[in-house]
């Protein structure tokens, strides 16, 4: 009789030890970190005339940085937070005085963004997401026709959406390829002095196209 109660025992372990495992996502689940690197575009928004006949309502450069994240894996669908630091090789063309976008000859200074996402997994490695939150960016001043940032900049906040593909490598390890739109309808100057201005209506739109590589812990 003690044979066979513990046979049944064992058998129950086997049986609940897997269906235990698939409760709990292998991958995309739990805190992870992550290095940034891609293309950014900054520009004129839908308000501002852009048919002047020239491109210098635009800047475009390297975006690089770094991001940290929380995802829970919820089976079929993945869900999660995430934050971001990054800066920008963006500047405007030395010697050009024209009015770019609004703010004159400016270089692309450092981006915060905090938001959200979700996905649904393609297959047990692959996970499609959408995403959006706040994002707040700098623009710093350049000094005359040189490429020297001044202690002046514009600060601005906005919104960003975007979409992308997640794979995991491993269960700790994963790449990412992702776009992303932002649109800054706030801005404020710093001046050299430290005083700031009030708050002033901008319409200035950002496409950045990044890959990711990260580790999750």
């Known amino acids: 009789m003690r044979k066979i109660m513990a046979a049944t025992l064992l058998a129950g372990s086997a049986v609940s030890a897997p269906a235990l495992a698939q409760d709990v996502g292998p991958t995309f689940t739990g805190p992870r970190v992550e290095a940034i690197l891609g293309y950014d575009h900054v520009g004129a928004g839908s308000d501002i005339d852009n048919d002047n006949g020239r491109d210098d309502q635009s800047i475009d450069g390297l975006l690089y940085g770094v991001g940290a994240g929380y995802d829970v894996n919820l089976g079929s669908a993945v869900v999660g937070v995430e934050g971001e630091f990054t800066n920008s090789t963006a500047k405007s063309s030395r010697g050009d005085f024209n ?58 906040d906005g919104w960003r959406i975007g979409a992308g593909v997640e794979r995991a490598i491993n269960t700790n390890s994963f790449a990412k390829l992702e ?29 950045q196209v990044v890959a990711s590589v990260g580790y999750r812990f």
């Open 99 to 156: 009015d770019d976008f609004g703010f004159g000859r400016v270089k692309q200074g450092r981006d915060f963004y905090v938001g959200a996402r979700a996905g649904i997994l393609a297959d047990p490695s692959t996970l499609v997401y959408v995403k959006g939150g706040y994002t707040n960016a700098k623009l710093k001043v350049l000094s005359g026709v040189t490429n020297n940032v001044t202690d002046t900049a514009f600060k601005l």
């Open 179 to 207: 776009y992303r739109y932002s649109n800054y309808n706030k801005g404020r100057i710093r001046f050299e002095d430290g005083a700031t201005s009030r708050n002033f209506d901008v319409d200035t739109d950002r496409h």
